[in-house]
Nanobody, 124 residues
Framework: QVQLVESGGGLVQAGGSLRLSCAAS????????MGWFRQAPGKEREFVAA????????YYADSVKGRFTISRDNAKNTVYLQMNSLKPEDTAPYYC?????????????????WGQGTQVTVSP
């Protein structure tokens, strides 16, 4: 079993920044590609960013490209999402996910393990 715990969410003004963290345990962290998703009220869970096992490849949704940066530190079993220039539309719970077989998928179905989420709220 893989356990993922997100942290770093909070309330910020538009234009501000947050850094989310996802700490993993239960398996060898470096064997998983990792992703971030969000789910705003009334919407489906949406891909945000993904990173390959080594961290050498990253992928972003068009809505966040240029503003968000995903990274990982395998020695610390942690993946990060740096969120800059935040907009009210970014408001959602953010979920960390682990993909045992892929290299950084945009598809929710590719991820076997999920955290319970951390709330990001951006005020106007």
């Amino acid at each position: 079993q893989v356990q993922l715990v997100e942290s770093g969410g909070g309330l910020v003004q538009a234009g501000g920044s947050l850094r989310l963290s996802c700490a993993a345990s239960g398996r060898t962290f470096s064997t998983f590609a990792m992703g971030w998703f969000r789910q705003a009220p009334g919407k489906e869970r949406e891909f945000v960013a993904a990173i390959s096992r080594s961290g050498g490849s990253t992928y972003y949704a068009d809505s966040v490209k240029g503003r968000f940066t995903i990274s990982r530190d395998n020695a610390k079993n942690t993946v990060y999402l740096q969120m800059n220039s935040l907009k009210p539309e970014d408001t959602a719970p953010y979920y960390c996910a682990a993909d045992r077989y892929g290299s950084g998928s945009k598809r929710r179905s590719s991820y076997e393990y999920w955290g319970q989420g951390t709330q990001v709220t951006v005020s106007p």
